[in-house]
């Protein structure tokens, strides 16, 4: 081998011989299942039973993502808050291990927006439907329309943001310690925090059944008093969620625009595809998208979390406090996050 040859190989491999320095995944046998956020713990247990008894990996998504969208208490669902214009408008996509995708947007009244991206993808020859055709779609497929009104706290707390009027989305408000955990381990997520703040709450959920299949589903309300019409990356194949059966599987949460900017789930998948481990593809996506956000990179928040075909996981977020749980036969527990920026000290 000659002197350019050898460098050349040089430059290509050593990203994947040093990932081993940076960051480190954790094995885990088959199946798997990974949601986001401290509730993901919950969700993973409610999706468990299928995977256990060596069902697909697309239906333990789906009965994860019911799990938390009846969850009342959950901003996900259609007691959290509205957008500017007093309506809660839902988004969800969901992908399975032949690259078949679908998708809802702004939908409304709803309790199951999954479910109905679910149908979008088995019926149809559409990946996304929107507003009121995806509305009409859910009730011509069974769906029942739910009440019109806001819940009590939702309400209360949308008149008191009218006096302001701003938008502030808050970092990690998912995670904040306001969290209640009852007696039997289960986290409730509150509608109210101690500072009247109210933000998104993403489930983004990924799942590798016994077969090796990997599946993953997004399900959300968005971030409080967005635009009217605003839809974020989790209704975006390659942005909120994307599965590769070669590869793997990520999703994210946090900032929707930022992951959309750079198809983030995709990017991470493309990573992995390239060898890079679960940690260290979310890592080098986050380091793009905060590279295109200089300015303001330490005020907003994205975390992804991945899976690759060998059962290894990982994430990694631009702030830090984003955490991730996972349930195999061996483990089931909440990880915290890697993270490019610390959080800065209380001052309390």
Not at 123 to 130: A, C, D, G, S
Not at 210 to 224: E, I, Q
């Amino acid at each position: 081998m000659n002197r350019r040859k050898f460098i050349n190989l040089t430059a290509l491999t050593a990203p994947l011989l040093s990932f081993s320095k940076v960051t480190e995944s954790i094995p885990a046998v088959k199946p798997i299942m990974i949601s986001t956020w401290e509730e993901g713990k919950n969700v993973n247990k409610a999706a468990w039973g299928i995977l256990s008894e060596k069902g697909r990996a697309i239906d333990a998504i789906e009965a994860g993502a019911i799990y938390v969208e009846d969850k009342i208490s959950c901003c996900v669902v259609l007691g959290g808050n509205p957008d500017r214009a007093g309506f809660v408008t839902l988004d969800a996509c969901i992908m399975d291990e032949n690259a078949n995708c679908g998708a809802v947007a702004g939908l409304e009244r709803i309790k199951h927006p999954l479910s109905v991206a679910r149908k979008v993808m088995e019926t149809t020859p559409h990946v996304l439907l929107v507003g009121d055709g995806a509305l009409k779609f859910a009730l011509q497929n069974g769906f029942t329309i739910e009440n019109k009104e806001l819940s009590i706290d939702a309400k209360k707390e949308y008149e008191k943001w009218l006096k302001k009027s701003t938008y502030k989305p808050v970092i990690n408000i998912e995670n904040l310690p306001v969290q209640v955990e009852n007696k039997d381990g289960a986290f409730t997520m509150p509608l109210k925090f101690d500072d009247g703040s109210f933000n998104h709450d993403t489930m983004g959920m990924i799942a590798m059944d016994v077969s090796g299949n990997v599946s993953g589903g997004v399900t959300t309300s968005g971030m409080a008093f967005k635009m009217h019409g605003r839809v974020g990356d989790s209704a975006v194949i390659g942005a909120g969620l994307f599965v590769d059966n070669e590869v793997g599987a990520a999703t994210s949460s946090g900032v929707g625009e930022e992951v959309i900017r750079t198809c983030g789930t995709h990017t991470v998948v493309e990573f992995m595809r390239r060898g890079y481990s679960p940690e260290l593809a979310c890592k080098k996506t986050i380091e793009r998208i905060i590279k295109n956000n200089k300015a303001r990179a330490k005020t907003l928040q994205v975390g992804f979390v991945a899976v690759n075909k060998k059962g290894a996981y990982g994430a990694y977020a631009v702030q830090e406090g984003f955490v991730y749980a996972v349930k195999t036969k061996q483990v089931d527990r909440i990880f915290k996050s890697a993270f490019f920026y610390k959080a800065p000290k209380s001052e309390d």
